[in-house]
């Protein structure tokens, strides 16, 4: 039946329509409690039921903010797992770069106690370069000892040519800043090498290298004679020798 648009058109069964005044059933009660704000107009007008199921609809929506929040917190956590496991990457990768440890004898007892007197009495020994080179491994500093042994093998070459070869391949592993194991450096070296390797020669690293025996010496080193791998070393040599 089609309905015309009039604004004195009335529907028939609204004509005589009695408003109900008395009071509302439980059950009805329930539904206009739970409906979503549907009352008997819009029952009756047909319009009422969308806006009821909309409403209950977004009732039932979940929480937007609370999704967010999530996804946030979810984001906050996979990056610092990422640094972490970025972290351990670059120091496999170190571990795994690792030549072969110098050839040397067992050092004695006087060998080791000697270690303890200076630093340069340490670097001068292979057995004590070794075994610094050891602790420097657990500190995950070990490239500062395989850089400057690199520039005292660069030292003794007089090939030109593998010289050149040598001093880029210190370059790329041990002053690029894509490497795994950099060494640090102030930026006054920096420019001093990068000058310097446009002609290659057995001093171009000199500077860096004398910066990094620092390093080692200031830093490291008085870290090696408390630590564990010296006094374990030291307290076997001192029996070995009260034995013999």
Not at 16 to 43: C, D, Q
Not at 84 to 109: G, L
Not at 146 to 154: G, S, T
Request: overall charge neutral; charged content about 25%; aromatic content about 8%.
């Amino acid at each position: 039946m089609c309905l015309r648009k009039s604004s004195g058109y009335r529907p028939p069964d609204l004509i005589n329509a009695k408003i109900y005044t008395g009071p509302i059933p439980a059950e009805r009660g329930g539904e206009l409690a739970m409906g979503g704000g549907r009352s008997e107009t819009s029952a009756l007008s047909g319009t009422g039921g969308g806006r009821g199921m909309t409403t209950t609809q977004s009732s039932q929506r979940p929480n937007a903010c609370c999704f967010c929040w999530c996804c946030c917190c979810s984001c906050s956590w996979n990056e610092e797992e990422q640094r972490r496991r970025r972290k351990r990457i670059s120091q496999d990768t170190k571990m795994e770069t690792i030549p072969n440890c110098e050839a040397c004898t067992r050092p004695s007892a006087e060998e080791i106690r000697l270690w303890s007197q200076s630093f340069d009495k340490l670097m001068r020994n292979p057995a004590g370069r070794n075994v610094f080179r050891e602790f420097l491994r657990t500190e995950y500093s070990e490239e500062n000892m395989l850089f400057w042994l690199a520039c005292e093998d660069l030292k003794q070459e007089i090939n030109k040519s593998a010289i050149e070869e040598k001093a880029h391949s210190i370059y790329e592993d041990y002053i690029s800043v894509l490497s795994p194991k950099e060494v640090s450096l102030d930026a006054r070296v920096r420019e001093v090498i990068n000058r310097k390797m446009q002609d290659p020669t057995t001093q171009s690293f000199e500077d860096a290298q004398l910066q990094i025996y620092t390093l080692m010496h200031r830093d490291s080193y008085p870290r090696f004679l408390s630590s564990s791998i010296y006094k374990s070393l030291l307290h076997g040599g001192s029996r070995t020798s009260s034995e013999s």
